[in-house]
Every structure is written in C-alpha cells, then in structure tokens.
Nanobody, 124 residues
Framework: QVQLIESGGGLVQAGGSLRLSCAAS????????MGWFRQAPGKEREFAAA????????SYADSVKGRFTISRDNAKNTVYLQMNSLKPEDTAVYYC?????????????????WGQGTQVTVSS
C-alpha cells in the first residue's frame, strides 16, 4: 500500500513558477513509476508528466513539454514537478500517482495509487 500526499500548489501570475511535491509512504518507492495528472473544472483528468522507477526516463504531455520538469528523490520518497512559464490554462487540480506494473505512462488506468490533489491557479 502506498499513500501519496501532494503539496506546493497555490495562486501564481502567468509567467510564474511553482514546484509541486508528492511525498510517498510505504515500501519500495524506487520500484514505482510516478506520474502527475491534472484536472481542470469541467474537464477530464489528463496526463502531464511521468518518471520511471530509478528516475532514468521521463515523459511529458505536449502541452507542458519544455515548461515542466518531473524529478524524483528516492532517498526522500518524493517526486517533484517544477512548473515554469505558467499559463492560465495550466489552472487545475494536480494529482500525483504511482504504478508498479509498467503500464502506459499517459494512461490513468495504469496507476494503482493516487493522492488527493493540490490546486494550482494561474491568473492572467
């Protein structure tokens, strides 16, 4: 069992930056691939970024590529999402997720565990 707790959300002006953190409890954090998803009001939850176990490979949605960076610190059981050049359309609840089964990174159904989410609001 893995519990995920996100933090770092808030209100920021367009062009600003935020860093989200996701702290994981439980064993064998390094064995899990981790993802960040986001859900805007009235829209479906969508993939933003993922990082494979041991941090060797990353993947990004086209909408965030070049602006967001996902990273992990296995010693701290934490995954991060550095968000730069934020836009109003990045406004959403951001969720951290974990999977061990090697499923598709961009597929919500691949992930076994989810956090409660943290709100990010970007003002224009």
């Amino acid at each position: 069992q893995v519990q995920l707790i996100e933090s770092g959300g808030g209100l920021v002006q367009a062009g600003g930056s935020l860093r989200l953190s996701c702290a994981a409890s439980g064993r064998d954090f390094s064995l899990y691939a981790m993802g960040w998803f986001r859900q805007a009001p009235g829209k479906e939850r969508e993939f933003a970024a993922a990082i494979w176990n041991y941090g060797g490979k990353t993947s990004y949605a086209d909408s965030v590529k070049g602006r967001f960076t996902i990273s992990r610190d296995n010693a701290k059981n934490t995954v991060y999402l550095q968000m730069n050049s934020l836009k109003p359309e990045d406004t959403a609840v951001y969720y951290c997720a974990a999977q061990r089964d090697g499923g598709l990174a961009y597929n919500r159904g691949s992930y076994e565990y989810w956090g409660q989410g943290t709100q990010v609001t970007v003002s224009s």
